[in-house]
C-alpha cells in the first residue's frame, strides 16, 4: 500500500475528524446513574402540557398534513373509556410517535406521554429537552430489563398518565413487524391498566430508519385505533403479548381488506400473521418496501 | 491501579490494529468478531531499587541473610542470566548490575576473596566482553574481567564436573566451580515464567551431557505448557526440578535471587507500541506513520540498527532472594500479577504478530528457525492450562522470514537449515538421525568455545521447541514470509491475512473463531 492508502486507512480506522470511539467490548462498566438523564418532569406540568398541544396541534400536525396523506380511523373506540392505557403500535419510522400523539383527542393527548429509549433520544442535554417538550417523554431502558427499566413508565401510570410504548423496542428495518417483547405486557399486568393497539401503516415506506424527514410525494400513511384490551384474570404476561400482538395483526387485516371480512377471518382464528416472509433479507425488505397504494382515484398523470 | 488484560471483541467501531513483523509493523484490520487479547497495563515499578535489593538480601525466603552465608576464606561464585533476557535489553543500569554490586560489595565486607562471577549462557553464544560490560556495570567488569568474570565454557572438560543422577537416571553435569563452591549466588531476571527456578543453576550452568535429557522432542511434546511449571503440567519445569533437587542434596549451596519487570517494553519514543489502538492520541497515530514510513523506507541495515539500539525501560516489579523453590514461587506470583489474562475457551484460529527479536537474536539477526522458534516455541506456548487454539486449529502469523543468517551467531543454524530441514521437518526424525552429529562436530565446538557462537546443537532445540505447536496445530501459515524458506520450515504463505483466512477455512471450515495475540508486550493467556 501507498502512503496514500495509508492514511486513507487510518483516516477511515480512527475516524478522523469525527468523535472517536471506543470498541463496544473496550468501554469501561459503569453503573448508569439515574440523575445524568436530563429531568423530563417539567414536561408533564401543566404549562409543558400547554405547550406541547400548542406545537402538536400547530406546526406539527401541519407538517404531518403537509409531507403526508394522512388517515386516522377508529378513535371512536377510545371515547368511555377512562384512562390511563398504554397505548402500543408497531414501530418502522421515527414518526410513529408523532403520528400517535398529534392524532389522539384532546382528552388523551393532554395526559398522554410517549416511551423513548433512554440511549438514543436522551444521551444529549438538546435532544432530551426537545423529546420531552414535543412528546412528554420519559426514558426508558430497552436494554436493560428488569424492573429499574419501567419504573418510570409504572409511576407515570400510577399517576394516571396513559403512555405510549413500542413493544418491538427498536424500529424495523426491513418494514415488517417484529417480535413483541414482554415489556409492555408486563406493565399491564403490573399497573392493571388496558392496552389500546394501534397499528401505522405505510410509516416505513414514507420515512424509513435512517431518514430524518418524509419522503416527498405526500405518501399514504394510515393511524387505526383498536379496542382496547384488557388483562384477563389469571393471564400471564407471555398471554397478553400474543394478543397484543393479535391485535394490530387485525388492525392490518382490517385496512387491507375491510372491517367485516377481518372480524370474520378473527372468529376463524385465520388473521393473516405480521411475520415477515421466509427466505433471505433482501426479500424481507423487498416486500416490506413495497409502496402502499394510494386510496381514491388515480391521479390523471399516474 | 492499572486495568488487567482482558479480550477485546472486534466491531465495526474497532479502528486496525497494530501487528508486529520482524523488523517492522503494520495496521491490519480485523474480521468482526475476532478476539484481540491485550496484556495488562504496565504496573508501576518499584521506586527505590537499592532498598528494595538489599532487603531482599537481608531478609532471604528460608534461608539466612546473605551477610551470614558469606565468611572470610570461602568460595563463592555468582552467576547471571545472560543476554537472551530482558527482552529487548533493559535501559541501564541493568538490573543485574545493580544486585551484583550490593553483593560483591557484602562480600568485599565480609572478607572474601574468592568470587567469580560466570555468565550462565549453557549452550547460547558467549557474550562479547561489551555486552557483558554494558550487562554488569563497568565497575564490576573493570575489576573481574576476564580472569574472575567469564562466560560459562560448556564445552571444557577441565570445568565440568558430573554431580550425579536424578531418580529418573538423568545425568547432572554443572560448571565445577560452581559445584565446588561453598556458596552460589545466582542473579536473575524472569521475563517469561519459564526463567527461574531451578532452571537456573541446573540448566544455566549445565552441558550438553545434562541439558539433553529435557531438551528433547519427548519432553517438549509433554510440557503444556512449557510456561505453566506447576508439577505435572510442563515436563522441562519437572526435569529442572528433579536436577535442582539433585543439586541440592549433594550439597550446591544456591543463594536464588530472582527480579520480575512490569511491561514497560518500548521507550517513550515507541510509546504506542504498549498503548491499546483506540487510545492512541493523534501524536501516537501520527508517530505511528512516521516510524513505519521513515522504517519502511530505510535500508535494511539502518533498520536492523533502529531496532537494535531499542532499549526497554523496565521497571523492577519485585525482588525475592533465598532458597530457589520458595523464591520462585513468589516470583511467578508476582509474574502472573504482570502477565496473566484470563481468555475464555479457544478458537479455530490463532494469530501472532512476530516481533523483531526474540532470545537468541540479540545484537543479531532472526533467521527462519529462530522465526519457527519464536512463532511456535515461544508465543505458541504463552498459556496456562490449554493453547488458545484448537487441536488442529491454525497458527497465522506475521514475519518476513528472510532467508538470512548470521554468520558468527548461528553457523550451526546454517548447516541444519540446508542440510537437515532440506531432508525432513519431522522433529523426531530430525532428533534421532542428525542431533548427536550436530551436537558434536568439532568445528561447531571450537566456534562455541572460541568465537561466539551458538553450540552445533542449539537449532536442534530451537526447533524440538516448536515440536508442541507443531504437533497441536492442523496448518501454520505465514502472512508476508519469503515463499522459498517458509516452504523449507514446512509451512505456507500468504500475502495477506485474508489469504491466510481463507487457507486457514481448508483446515477449520467456514466461519472460523479467531484470536489474535496481541503481544509484545508478553503475557500469559489462561484459556478457561
Known amino acids: ?302 | 491501579m492499572p486495568r488487567p488484560g482482558f479480550v477485546l471483541e472486534v466491531d465495526e467501531r474497532t479502528p486496525p490494529l497494530l501487528v508486529h513483523e520482524g523488523e517492522s509493523f503494520r495496521m491490519q484490520r480485523f474480521p468482526v468478531g475476532t478476539r484481540v487479547v491485550y496484556p495488562p497495563d504496565s504496573l508501576p515499578g518499584i521506586r527505590d531499587v537499592p532498598t528494595a535489593v538489599r532487603h531482599a538480601l537481608l531478609n532471604p525466603v528460608d534461608m539466612e541473610p546473605l551477610t551470614a552465608l558469606l565468611t572470610p576464606g570461602m568460595k563463592l561464585t555468582i552467576a547471571v542470566d545472560d543476554i537472551s533476557i530482558p527482552l529487548p535489553p533493559m535501559v541501564l543500569p541493568d538490573i543485574r548490575q545493580r544486585i551484583l554490586e550490593q553483593v560483591i560489595e557484602l562480600a568485599a565486607s565480609k572478607g572474601v576473596d574468592d568470587l567469580e562471577i560466570i555468565v550462565a549462557t549453557a549452550l547460547h553464544r558467549r557474550m562479547t566482553s561489551a555486552e557483558i560490560r554494558r550487562m554488569v556495570g563497568e565497575r564490576v567488569f573493570r575489576s573481574f574481567w576476564p580472569k574472575d568474570l567469564y562466560n560459562f565454557d560448556a564445552e571444557d572438560p577441565d570445568a565440568l564436573t558430573h554431580v550425579g543422577k536424578t531418580d529418573e537416571g538423568e545425568d547432572v553435569e554443572i560448571s565445577k566451580r560452581a559445584a565446588e563452591s561453598d556458596l552460589v549466588v545466582y542473579v536473575n531476571v524472569n521475563l517469561v515464567a519459564m526463567d527461574g527456578g531451578h532452571k537456573s543453576v541446573a540448566i544455566g550452568l549445565a552441558s550438553y551431557k545434562s541439558l539433553r535429557h529435557h531438551h528433547n522432542v519427548h519432553t517438549m511434546l509433554h510440557s503444556r505448557s512449557y510456561m505453566d511449571p506447576r508439577p505435572g503440567k510442563s515436563a522441562i519445569a519437572d526435569s529442572a526440578t528433579r536436577m535442582g533437587r539433585m543439586l541440592r542434596d549433594a550439597g550446591v549451596k544456591i543463594f536464588q535471587i530472582e527480579t520480575t519487570m512490569n511491561a514497560d517494553t518500548f521507550p517513550e519514543n515507541l510509546g504506542f507500541l504498549n498503548k491499546r489502538e483506540w487510545e492512541w492520541s493523534a501524536f501516537d497515530q501520527g508517530l505511528m506513520m512516521a516510524s513505519k514510513k521513515a522504517n519502511d523506507m530505510a535500508p535494511p541495515r539502518i533498520r536492523r540498527e533502529f531496532f537494535r539500539r531499542i532499549e526497554a525501560p523496565y521497571k523492577l516489579t519485585g525482588v525475592n532472594a533465598g532458597e530457589v523453590e520458595a523464591v520462585h514461587e513468589r516470583t511467578l506470583t508476582n509474574l502472573h500479577r504482570q502477565q496473566l489474562v484470563e481468555v475464555g475457551g479457544q478458537s479455530d484460529v490463532v494469530i501472532f504478530g512476530l516481533p523483531y527479536i526474540g532470545p537468541y537474536n540479540v545484537n543479531s539477526i532472526m533467521n527462519p528457525i529462530l522465526v519457527h522458534c519464536l512463532g511456535l516455541g515461544y508465543l505458541f506456548n504463552m498459556y496456562r492450562n490449554k493453547p488458545l487454539v484448537k487441536k488442529g486449529g491454525v497458527v497465522i502469523m506475521y514475519h518476513p522470514v528472510p532467508w538470512e543468517f548470521h554468520q558468527i551467531h548461528h553457523p550451526s543454524y546454517i548447516d541444519f537449515f540446508e542440510e537437515v530441514l532440506r531432508e525432513t521437518t519431522d522433529p523426531k526424525t530430525i532428533e534421532t538421525k542428525f542431533e548427536e552429529r550436530y551436537a558434536k562436530d568439532p568445528w561447531y565446538t571450537h566456534l562455541y568455545r572460541t568465537s561466539h557462537a551458538y553450540h552445533g546443537v542449539h537449532p536442534f532445540y530451537m526447533w524440538y521447541w516448536g515440536a508442541h505447536g507443531r504437533d497441536h496445530a492442523g496448518d501454520v501459515i505465514l502472512v508476508g514470509g519469503e515463499p522459498k524458506s517458509v516452504a523449507r520450515l514446512g509451512y505456507r504463505t500468504a500475502g495477506s491475512l485474508r489469504d491466510a483466512i481463507e487457507m486457514a477455512t481448508d483446515t477449520v471450515g467456514p466461519s472460523p473463531t479467531m484470536t489474535y495475540f496481541h503481544a509484545p508486550p508478553i503475557m500469559i493467556a489462561d484459556v478457561r
Not at chain 1, 148 to 161: C, F, H, I, P, Q
Open chain 1, 1 to 302: 500500500m501507498g502512503t496514500r492508502d495509508d492514511l486513507k486507512e487510518m483516516a477511515r480506522g480512527f475516524r478522523w475528524g469525527r468523535r472517536p470511539l471506543v470498541p463496544k467490548s473496550a468501554e469501561p462498566f459503569e453503573q448508569p446513574r439515574e440523575d445524568a438523564v436530563f429531568p423530563s418532569d417539567w414536561a408533564r406540568t401543566d404549562a409543558g402540557v400547554a405547550a406541547r398541544q400548542l406545537i402538536l396541534n400547530g406546526p406539527m400536525n401541519a407538517i404531518l398534513h403537509n409531507e403526508l396523506s394522512l388517515r386516522v380511523y377508529g378513535r371512536e373506540h377510545l371515547e368511555g373509556v377512562e384512562g390511563p392505557v398504554i397505548f402500543f403500535s408497531n414501530h418502522s419510522s421515527h414518526l410513529d410517535a408523532t403520528l400517535i400523539m398529534t392524532s389522539l383527542p384532546d382528552r388523551w393527548q393532554a395526559k398522554t406521554a410517549v416511551g423513548a429509549a433512554r440511549d438514543y433520544f436522551f444521551d444529549v442535554w438538546w435532544r432530551q429537552a426537545f423529546t420531552a417538550l414535543v412528546y412528554g417523554a420519559f426514558p426508558i431502558d430497552r436494554g436493560r430489563g428488569g424492573s429499574g427499566a419501567t419504573d418510570k413508565a409504572l409511576e407515570l401510570l400510577n399517576d394516571g398518565w396513559s403512555i405510549v410504548v413500542f413493544p418491538e423496542g427498536t424500529r424495523s428495518a426491513d418494514g415488517h413487524v417484529q417480535r413483541f417483547r414482554h415489556g409492555t405486557a408486563r406493565l399491564c399486568l403490573e399497573a392493571g391498566v388496558g392496552a389500546a393497539p394501534i397499528a401505522i401503516i405505510g410509516g416505513f415506506q414514507a420515512m424509513p430508519k435512517g431518514r430524518f424527514w418524509p419522503k416527498a410525494g405526500r405518501l399514504p400513511v394510515t393511524v387505526r385505533y383498536g379496542e382496547v384490551l384488557y388483562p384477563e384474570e389469571g393471564e400471564t404476561h407471555q398471554e397478553l403479548t400474543r394478543r397484543m400482538s393479535q391485535g394490530v395483526a387485525e388492525l392490518f387485516d382490517e385496512h387491507r381488506t375491510t372491517w367485516w371480512e377481518a372480524l370474520r377471518r378473527r372468529e376463524r382464528g385465520e388473521t393473516p400473521s405480521l411475520a415477515p416472509p421466509m427466505g433471505p433479507d433482501w426479500r424481507r425488505k423487498w416486500e416490506g418496501s413495497r409502496p402502499v397504494p394510494r386510496r381514491g382515484p388515480a391521479r390523471a398523470w399516474e
